[in-house]
C-alpha cells in the first residue's frame, strides 16, 4: 500500500496540536519494546493516540493487529472516538478510509473475553467458547449462599468454628463471627491466588497454618465448583485472564496476531495480566507501556507496582533487549506550585531499595508548562476541625461568588474515605452556606428515599421477616432501615387507595397459593406419596385435583392440556418431574419481583418521578429506580427467578429477600445510583474518594482529609501469599506507607488552579508527617489567598461522541421515547427480558459455517 505523501507534522497542524520533544519522540517510536513513564498531567492520551495513528497511517499496520489495553471501559471510548477523529483528518489528506471498528481496545478484561472467541487462535477458524462471567457481586453470593458456604468449607475439611478461624487467620477482629466477612477475606485471597497462577496443589504443601491449607482445599473446591459437568462453564475476572493466557499459549509463536501491543496505567496492572502482555507481543517485541508508578492505587485489587518499575529489567529477560525509555514529565494541567508542591510531597519519603536501586522510577522529573508562580497552594488555619471545615467552606463561597468557576461541580473535595468524620463537617459547612453536595458513595443504595419507599411496599406484599438472634451496628441499622420502610409503605398505601387496594390484592393472591400448596401436600401426605417420587399424572392427578380448599386457578394449571403433553413428554424421555417440581409449579404465582417492581412503577408516587425525568427537572430518582431494577434482576439471577407457594410458606421469601440478599448488599456497601459518563451533576460540589479521582483533574480540589493511618501494616492477604511468590516485591513493613504517599499524590495532582488542604488540630485529625514536614508556619494559608488573583475556569465540556446504533437506538427511540428513556438511558432491566434475538443467532451460525468452509479450503490448498 503506498505511503501518505505527506508528513505526519500536517496532520499535527491540521489538529492543532504541537507535540513536545518527548512526546513527539514516544508518538514516531515504531519499532521495539517502548517505555513512557509518564507523570501526571503529561498528555499520554493524545500520544497514544499520535502513536496509534502513525502505526496505522504512515507504518501500515492494519488496526485489528494493534492491542491496546486500557483501565477503564469509558477511557476505551474515548480513544476510539479520538481515533476516529484523527483518522478521518488523514482520510481527507490520503482519501483512504480507515476501519478501526476490529481493532482491539478495551480494558483487559473486555479483551480477553475477546481474544477467547477470537477465531485466529484456533484450528480450522472455529470460534472459542467463553465461559460465562461472573462479576464481583455474583462471586461474593457464589460463596456466601448458606448451603454453597457449608460445602466449601465442608471441602475444605475446616472444623471446629471455620468463620471465626478464617476472620482470625485475616485479623478481622470487629466482626470475628460474620460469615460476610468471611466470604469477602476468603474471596480476597482466592482472586489473589488466581491472578499469581498459584494452584491448590502449590499452596497447601507449604501452608503451616491449618486454616491457610483448608483455605487452599476450599480454592480447589471453588474452582471444580465453576464448571459443573452438566452446565457451561463459568469465570470470574482473575480466572478469565488465565483462560485466555492459555489460548494464547496455543498459538504459534512464528505468527504473531498482533504487531503492536501498547497497554496504558501499566502501573495498575497485575502478574497474570503482566504474562499476558508479554505472551501477546512475544513475536513483535513490540510492547508499550505507559504510566505512573507514583499513581499506583490498586494493590488492593492485586496490581504488581513492580511489573511498570521494573519493566526494563522484565524486557531484557522476556525479549533480550532493553526498552526505549521516553519520560513524559511535562505538566499541562496544574499550574507551578502545585506541581513543585506534590514533587515536594512524593520526595518526602525514602524510596530505597537496600538491595539496589529503587522503589520507584526516578528518571521522570515533572515541570509545569505553566509559569505561572502565583500562589495556588494553601492550607487552612491549624485549627478546630469544625472551625477548619467553615473556612474552607467560606472559600469555596468566594470562589463561585467571584466567579473564579462557573459551577459547583468544578470543585472537587477528596478523602481517603468518604467514611471520615471530616466527610460530615465539610458537608454541614457548605449547605450552611446553600451549596449543595453530591457524594455517591457516602450512602447505601438502600437509603436513598425511592428504595425506602419501594422496599417499603414489598414489605407490604411479602410480609417482614422475622428478627434473628444476632447482635452487631450493622444488625441493628439495617433493621432500623426496615422500620423506616415499613412507615413509609404503609404512608403510601393511605396516601393512594389504587395502591392499597393493588397491595392487598397481592397478599390476597399469595395467601391463596401459600393455601393451594397445603392443600396439595395434606393430600400426598394422605396417600403416602414421597414428594421426590415421579409425579404419575394417571396414579395421581385426579386426587390432587379434588383436593379440598383447592382454587380454581390451581385447578386450571393442573388440567392443562399443554402441561400434560410436557410430563408425558418427559416421562418419555426418561426425566419425568418429581411429585415436589409439579406442587410448586401448580401453585407459583405468574409474576415475580420484577413484575412487581414494574407495576408499582405505575403507580402516582413513582410515575411522577418519571414525568419528573422526561421533561429533564430532575433525573436522580428515576436513576435509582434504575438501580433498585438492576438490583431485583440480580436476586432473581442469585436466588429464584419463580416465586413458589414453597418459597412463600413460613417466611421464605421475605427471610431470602430481605434477610439474605438485601442484608448482604448493604454490608457490601453497595452505593447509590453513579453514571460513569456524566459522574458530577451541575449546580453541586462533588465529593470523592481518591481512588474515584483517579485520571480526573478539576479547577479547584479541596484535600478534606490529609490523614491515613499506615500504622495497621499490611494488608493480611498480603502476607498470606507473598512467602508463596518466587520473586522479590516491596517490603510488607512499608507497603502501607508507600501506599499512602502515591494515595495523596494522586490527590495532589487532580488540581488545576487551586489546591487547599485542609489542617485540622486535635480531634483524631493530626494530619500525615510528610504533610506536617511542609505546612510549617511560612506556608500560605486561606486568610492570605487573594480569590481574585486565580484564573478564572471555564467549564470545559466532554467532546468525545457518543455512537448510536440505527436498529438498537433509532428505531427503539421511534417505537417508544419513554420505553428507550427507561431500558437505554437509565439501565433500567426488562422484566421477562428476551436477551437473544433469532437473526443474531442465524447470523452468528452462517458465520461459523463460513469461517470454517475458510478454514477447509486452506487445507485443500
Given at each position: 500500500m503506498?505511503?501518505?505523501?505527506?508528513?505526519?507534522e500536517q496532520?499535527?497542524?491540521?489538529?492543532?496540536f504541537?507535540?513536545?520533544?518527548?512526546q513527539?519522540?514516544?508518538?514516531?517510536?515504531?519499532?521495539?519494546?517502548?517505555?513512557?513513564?509518564?507523570?501526571?498531567?503529561?498528555?499520554k492520551t493524545?500520544v497514544?493516540?499520535?502513536r496509534?495513528?502513525?502505526?496505522?497511517?504512515?507504518?501500515?499496520?492494519?488496526?485489528?493487529?494493534?492491542y491496546?489495553s486500557?483501565?477503564?471501559?469509558?477511557?476505551?471510548?474515548?480513544?476510539?472516538?479520538?481515533?476516529?477523529?484523527?483518522?478521518?483528518?488523514?482520510?481527507?489528506?490520503?482519501?483512504?478510509?480507515?476501519?478501526?471498528?476490529?481493532?482491539?481496545?478495551?480494558t483487559?478484561?473486555?479483551?480477553c473475553?475477546?481474544?477467547?472467541?477470537?477465531?485466529?487462535?484456533?484450528?480450522?477458524?472455529?470460534?472459542?467458547?467463553?465461559?460465562v462471567?461472573v462479576?464481583?457481586?455474583?462471586?461474593y453470593f457464589?460463596?456466601y449462599?448458606?448451603?454453597?458456604?457449608?460445602?466449601?468449607?465442608?471441602a475444605?475439611?475446616l472444623?471446629?468454628?471455620?468463620?471465626?478461624d478464617?476472620?482470625?487467620?485475616?485479623?478481622?477482629?470487629?466482626?470475628?463471627?460474620?460469615r460476610?466477612y468471611?466470604?469477602t477475606?476468603?474471596?480476597?485471597?482466592?482472586?489473589?491466588?488466581?491472578e499469581?497462577?498459584?494452584?491448590?496443589?502449590?499452596?497447601?504443601?507449604?501452608?503451616a497454618?491449618p486454616?491457610l491449607?483448608?483455605?487452599?482445599?476450599?480454592?480447589?473446591?471453588?474452582?471444580?465448583?465453576?464448571?459443573?459437568a452438566?452446565?457451561?462453564?463459568?469465570?470470574?475476572f482473575?480466572?478469565?485472564?488465565?483462560e485466555?493466557?492459555?489460548?494464547?499459549d496455543?498459538q504459534d509463536?512464528?505468527?504473531?496476531v498482533?504487531?503492536?501491543?501498547?497497554v496504558?496505567?501499566?502501573?495498575?496492572?497485575?502478574s497474570?495480566q503482566?504474562?499476558?502482555?508479554?505472551r501477546?507481543a512475544q513475536?513483535?517485541?513490540?510492547?508499550?507501556?505507559?504510566?505512573?508508578?507514583?499513581q499506583a492505587l490498586?494493590?488492593?485489587?492485586?496490581?504488581?507496582?513492580?511489573n511498570?518499575?521494573?519493566?526494563p529489567?522484565?524486557?531484557?529477560?522476556?525479549?533480550?533487549m532493553?526498552?526505549?525509555?521516553?519520560?513524559l514529565?511535562?505538566?499541562?494541567?496544574?499550574?507551578?506550585?502545585?506541581?513543585?508542591?506534590?514533587t515536594?510531597?512524593v520526595?518526602?519519603?525514602?524510596?530505597c531499595?537496600?538491595?539496589?536501586?529503587h522503589f520507584r522510577?526516578?528518571?521522570?522529573?515533572?515541570?509545569?508548562a505553566?509559569?505561572d508562580?502565583?500562589i495556588a497552594?494553601?492550607?487552612s488555619?491549624?485549627?478546630?476541625p469544625?472551625?477548619?471545615?467553615?473556612?474552607?467552606?467560606?472559600?469555596?463561597?468566594r470562589?463561585l461568588?467571584?466567579?473564579?468557576?462557573?459551577n459547583?461541580?468544578?470543585?472537587?473535595f477528596?478523602?481517603?474515605?468518604?467514611?471520615?468524620?471530616?466527610?460530615?463537617?465539610?458537608?454541614?459547612?457548605l449547605?450552611?452556606?446553600?451549596l449543595?453536595v453530591?457524594?455517591p458513595r457516602?450512602?447505601?443504595?438502600?437509603e436513598?428515599?425511592?428504595?425506602v419507599?419501594?422496599?417499603?411496599?414489598?414489605?407490604?406484599?411479602?410480609?417482614?421477616?422475622?428478627?434473628?438472634?444476632?447482635?452487631?451496628?450493622e444488625?441493628?441499622?439495617?433493621?432500623?432501615?426496615?422500620?423506616?420502610a415499613?412507615?413509609?409503605?404503609e404512608?403510601?398505601?393511605?396516601a393512594?387507595?389504587?395502591?392499597d387496594?393493588?397491595?392487598?390484592?397481592r397478599?390476597?393472591?399469595?395467601?391463596?397459593a401459600?393455601t393451594?400448596?397445603e392443600?396439595l401436600?395434606?393430600?400426598?401426605?394422605r396417600?403416602?406419596?414421597?414428594?421426590?417420587?415421579?409425579?404419575?399424572?394417571?396414579r395421581?392427578?385426579?386426587?390432587?385435583y379434588?383436593?379440598?380448599?383447592?382454587?380454581?386457578?390451581?385447578?386450571?394449571?393442573?388440567?392443562?392440556?399443554?402441561?400434560e403433553?410436557?410430563?408425558e413428554?418427559?416421562?418419555a424421555?426418561g426425566?419425568?418431574?418429581?411429585l415436589?417440581?409439579i406442587?410448586?409449579?401448580?401453585t407459583?404465582?405468574d409474576?415475580?419481583?420484577?413484575?412487581?417492581f414494574?407495576?408499582?412503577?405505575?403507580?402516582d408516587h413513582?410515575?411522577a418521578m418519571?414525568?419528573?425525568?422526561?421533561?429533564?427537572e430532575?433525573?436522580?430518582p428515576v436513576?435509582?429506580?434504575?438501580?433498585?431494577?438492576?438490583?431485583?434482576?440480580?436476586?432473581?439471577?442469585?436466588?429464584?427467578t419463580?416465586?413458589?407457594?414453597?418459597?412463600?410458606?413460613?417466611?421464605g421469601?421475605?427471610?431470602?429477600l430481605?434477610?439474605?440478599y438485601?442484608?448482604?448488599?448493604?454490608?457490601r456497601?453497595?452505593?447509590?445510583?453513579?453514571?460513569?459518563?456524566?459522574?458530577?451533576?451541575?449546580?453541586r460540589i462533588?465529593f470523592?474518594?481518591?481512588?474515584?479521582a483517579?485520571g480526573?483533574?478539576f479547577?479547584?480540589?479541596?484535600?478534606?482529609?490529609?490523614?491515613?493511618?499506615t500504622?495497621?501494616g499490611p494488608?493480611?492477604?498480603?502476607?498470606?501469599?507473598?512467602?508463596?511468590?518466587?520473586?522479590?516485591?516491596?517490603p510488607?513493613?512499608?507497603?502501607?506507607?508507600?501506599d499512602?504517599?502515591?494515595?495523596?499524590?494522586?490527590?495532589l495532582?487532580?488540581?488545576?488552579n487551586?489546591?487547599v488542604?485542609?489542617h485540622?488540630?486535635?480531634?483524631?485529625?493530626?494530619?500525615n508527617?510528610?504533610?506536617?514536614?511542609l505546612?510549617?508556619d511560612?506556608?500560605?494559608?486561606?486568610?492570605?489567598?487573594?480569590v481574585?488573583?486565580l484564573?478564572?475556569?471555564?467549564?470545559?465540556?466532554?467532546?468525545?461522541?457518543?455512537?448510536?446504533?440505527?436498529t438498537?437506538?433509532?428505531?427503539?427511540?421511534?417505537?417508544?421515547?419513554?420505553?428507550?428513556?427507561?431500558f437505554?438511558?437509565?439501565?433500567?432491566?426488562p422484566?421477562?427480558?428476551?436477551?437473544?434475538?433469532?437473526?443474531?443467532?442465524?447470523?452468528r451460525?452462517?458465520?461459523?459455517?463460513?469461517?470454517?468452509?475458510?478454514?477447509?479450503?486452506s487445507?485443500v490448498?
Open positions: 503506498p505511503h501518505p505523501q505527506f508528513a505526519i496532520l499535527w497542524a491540521e489538529a492543532g504541537t507535540p513536545n520533544p518527548a513527539r519522540d514516544a508518538i514516531l517510536h515504531a519499532a521495539g519494546p517502548l517505555y513512557l513513564p509518564a507523570g501526571p498531567g503529561s498528555g493524545r497514544l493516540l499520535w496509534t495513528l502513525n502505526l496505522i497511517v504512515f507504518h501500515d499496520v492494519p488496526p485489528d493487529a494493534i491496546l486500557t483501565f477503564t471501559e469509558k477511557a476505551a471510548r474515548q480513544l476510539k472516538e479520538g481515533l476516529r477523529g484523527l483518522l478521518g483528518l488523514a482520510s481527507n489528506l490520503t482519501g483512504r478510509p480507515y476501519d478501526i471498528s476490529q481493532m482491539y481496545v478495551g483487559v478484561h473486555s479483551l473475553q475477546r481474544l477467547i472467541m477470537d477465531r485466529r487462535f484456533y484450528t480450522e477458524r472455529q470460534r472459542g467458547r467463553p465461559p462471567l462479576d464481583d457481586l455474583g462471586q457464589h460463596l449462599q448458606l448451603r454453597r458456604w457449608e460445602a466449601f468449607v465442608q475444605a475439611g472444623d471446629g468454628d471455620p468463620v471465626r478464617i476472620n482470625a487467620l485475616f485479623e478481622e477482629h470487629q466482626h470475628p463471627g460474620s460476610h468471611a466470604v477475606h476468603t474471596l480476597a485471597l482466592f482472586n489473589r491466588l488466581s499469581e497462577c498459584l494452584t491448590p496443589d502449590q499452596i497447601a504443601p507449604s501452608a497454618d486454616t491449607a483448608g483455605l487452599a482445599r476450599m480454592y480447589a473446591a471453588y474452582l471444580d465448583s465453576l464448571r459443573p452438566d452446565q457451561p462453564a463459568s469465570t470470574d482473575a480466572l478469565l485472564q488465565q485466555a493466557l492459555r489460548v494464547l496455543g509463536d512464528a505468527a504473531p498482533f504487531q503492536h501491543v501498547i496504558d496505567e501499566y502501573q495498575d496492572t497485575n497474570i503482566e504474562r499476558l502482555f508479554f501477546l513475536g513483535s517485541r513490540n510492547l508499550c507501556v505507559v504510566g505512573d508508578d507514583d490498586y494493590r488492593f485489587r492485586g496490581a504488581t507496582v513492580e511498570f518499575v521494573q519493566f529489567q522484565r524486557c531484557m529477560a522476556a525479549f533480550g532493553t526498552p526505549t525509555t521516553i519520560p514529565d511535562t505538566n499541562y494541567r496544574s499550574r507551578r506550585r502545585i506541581v513543585d508542591f506534590y515536594d510531597f520526595g518526602q519519603c525514602d524510596w531499595n537496600p538491595a539496589g536501586g522510577v526516578t528518571s521522570k522529573q515533572i515541570r509545569a505553566n509559569p508562580a502565583g497552594v494553601v492550607a488555619t491549624w485549627a478546630a469544625d472551625d477548619v471545615a467553615a473556612e474552607i467552606a467560606d472559600l469555596v463561597k470562589l461568588d467571584a466567579g473564579r468557576v462557573e459547583p461541580n468544578q470543585i472537587a477528596l478523602f481517603p474515605s468518604l467514611k471520615s468524620p471530616m466527610v460530615g463537617r465539610m458537608q454541614q459547612a449547605e450552611s452556606h446553600g449543595r453530591y457524594a457516602a450512602g447505601s443504595f438502600l436513598v428515599d425511592e428504595s419507599a419501594l422496599f417499603g411496599l414489598f414489605l407490604r406484599v411479602f410480609g417482614r421477616p422475622a428478627r434473628g438472634d444476632f447482635g452487631g451496628e444488625y441493628e441499622n439495617y433493621h432500623r432501615w426496615l422500620d423506616r415499613e412507615v413509609e409503605g404512608r403510601l398505601c393511605q393512594d387507595r389504587r395502591l387496594v393493588y397491595v392487598r390484592d397478599q390476597a393472591e399469595i395467601a391463596q401459600v393451594d400448596y392443600a401436600v395434606q393430600v400426598a401426605e396417600q403416602n406419596w414421597p414428594l421426590d417420587q415421579s409425579y404419575e399424572p394417571r395421581m392427578k385426579r386426587a390432587l379434588d383436593a379440598a380448599r383447592l382454587s380454581e386457578t390451581a385447578r386450571r394449571k393442573l388440567g392443562s392440556p399443554y402441561f403433553k410436557v410430563i413428554r418427559r416421562s424421555d426425566r419425568p418431574f418429581s415436589s417440581y406442587l410448586s409449579s401448580m407459583a404465582l409474576w415475580g419481583v420484577l413484575d412487581l414494574y407495576r408499582l412503577c405505575g403507580f413513582f410515575r418519571f414525568d419528573l425525568a422526561e421533561c429533564g430532575d433525573e436522580g436513576c435509582n429506580l434504575g438501580l433498585i431494577s438492576q438490583y431485583l434482576s440480580r436476586f432473581m439471577d442469585e436466588y429464584k419463580i416465586i413458589t407457594a414453597s418459597l412463600l410458606q413460613d417466611d421469601m421475605p427471610r431470602i430481605f434477610s439474605a438485601l442484608f448482604a448488599l448493604c454490608r456497601g453497595e452505593s447509590e445510583y453513579e453514571d460513569a459518563e456524566d459522574p458530577f451533576p451541575k449546580g462533588p470523592l474518594t481518591i481512588h474515584q483517579k480526573l483533574e479547577p479547584v480540589v479541596v484535600l478534606g482529609n490529609a490523614r491515613k493511618d500504622n495497621r494488608q493480611p492477604v498480603e502476607c498470606l501469599v507473598q512467602p508463596l511468590l518466587d520473586r522479590e516485591g516491596e510488607l513493613n512499608r507497603m502501607a506507607e508507600f499512602a504517599m502515591r494515595l495523596f499524590y494522586v490527590a495532582s487532580r488540581a488545576k487551586l489546591l488542604i485542609a485540622p488540630k486535635g480531634g483524631g485529625q493530626r494530619i508527617k510528610p504533610f506536617q514536614a505546612l510549617d511560612a506556608f500560605p494559608r486561606i486568610p492570605q489567598l487573594d481574585a488573583s484564573p478564572v475556569a471555564r467549564l470545559e465540556e466532554d467532546e468525545t461522541p457518543r455512537s448510536y446504533s440505527y438498537g437506538d433509532y428505531l427503539f427511540y421511534r417505537r417508544c421515547p419513554r420505553q428507550y428513556m427507561i437505554r438511558k437509565y439501565g433500567f432491566v422484566s421477562r427480558s428476551q436477551t437473544m434475538m433469532f437473526g443474531s443467532l442465524v447470523h451460525t452462517l458465520d461459523d459455517l463460513h469461517q470454517l468452509l475458510i478454514a477447509r479450503r487445507e490448498s
